[in-house]
């Protein structure tokens, strides 16, 4: 996926992120979405200067695993009462919409 795929595919999956806030009657929450917005860009930033290969270790789906763990460790974590969580929630959400956008071309992910 190019930029500005990336793009639109951040903010269809950030509209369906705010949908759900919206429908928990956690929209106050948007304000740790920030992150959200930095997170999806780091497979890319990262792998482009150090690896030959663009779709490496970071676009793979051992990867895509591990931030779902993630998100859901930092969503039971903030939702204990640690609101810092949120921001760790959301980074997290970030790089998962990343790998999910780049799962639907014809590349895919790596194994």
């Keep these: 996926m190019h930029g500005k795929g990336h793009y639109l595919w951040l903010l269809i999956f950030a509209g369906f992120t705010y949908a759900v806030l919206f429908k928990l009657g ?8 920030w992150p959200m917005y930095f997170t999806y860009q780091i497979p890319d930033l990262i792998e482009r200067p150090f690896f030959p290969q663009h779709r490496s270790i970071l676009h793979s789906k051992r990867i895509l695993r591990l931030m779902f763990l993630l998100a859901v460790i930092s969503w039971i974590l903030a939702s204990e009462g640690q609101t810092n969580y949120y921001l760790a929630f959301f980074g997290t959400i970030g790089y998962i919409s990343h790998l999910i956008g780049d799962s639907m ?6 194994r």
């Design 26 to 33: 956690k929209l106050d929450l948007i304000i740790y979405s």
């Design 105 to 110: 071309t014809p590349q895919g992910l790596r």
